[in-house]
């Protein structure tokens, strides 16, 4: 449409409809036009760059959607990320939380304390399964109350496209405390 406005006004006649056109004489002899200008902006390369990295973003969302996966969270640094205090633990014991479906309060030995943690895992697992199973937990969050619980830490956990949770951890045995790195 815009094209079309600026061809309109550099021909200077009124808009043409398409019945029209080969049926009546739209410039006459001796017609006077209007300055020419640009009817297309010239494309800089930087403005192709982005457009090719919103398609090449949009094509990976869509690739993730069809494969049942989240897409990836944005870049964070190094420093960001080392920020994370990622410890080895142990569930000493785990029980639902009253009036809810998912969640589980779960006491934890990282080694340096022992915490509560709240979790949102029961309805993939049962409470007395839990006690004696190593896991990771993110232990420098900030505390949480959650239902009333203050939880200090979040357990790690894969989530598969289906909804089912298996914890993260270690291939083998490690000491309560242990630093993922």
């Not at 509560?116 to 993110?138: M, N, R, W």
Request: net charge negative; charged share 30%; glycine share 6%.
């Amino acid at each position: 449409p815009d094209t079309a406005r600026k061809l309109v006004s550099f021909l200077n006649i009124s808009p043409v409809k398409w019945a029209d056109i080969g049926s009546k004489e739209i410039l006459k002899p001796g017609h006077q036009i209007n300055q020419p200008e640009l009817l297309f902006e010239k494309i800089e390369d930087p403005v192709i760059q982005a457009q090719l990295d919103k398609l090449e973003n949009i094509k990976k969302m869509n690739e993730s959607a069809a494969s049942g996966l989240e897409p990836a969270l944005k870049d964070i640094s190094f420093e960001e990320f080392s920020t994370m205090d990622i410890r080895t633990a142990v569930i000493l014991e785990a029980e639902k939380v009253p009036n809810t479906d998912k969640l589980l309060k779960v006491v934890v030995d990282t080694g340096l304390d022992i915490r509560t943690v709240i979790t949102g895992i029961a309805e993939c697992f049962k409470p007395e399964e839990l006690p004696g199973k190593q896991v990771c937990v993110l232990a420098n969050l900030a505390p949480r109350t959650i239902r009333g619980i203050e939880s200090h830490g979040m357990i790690l956990l894969a989530e598969e496209p289906g909804g089912k949770f298996i914890f993260i951890t270690p291939e083998e045995k490690t000491k309560p405390g242990s630093v993922v790195k």
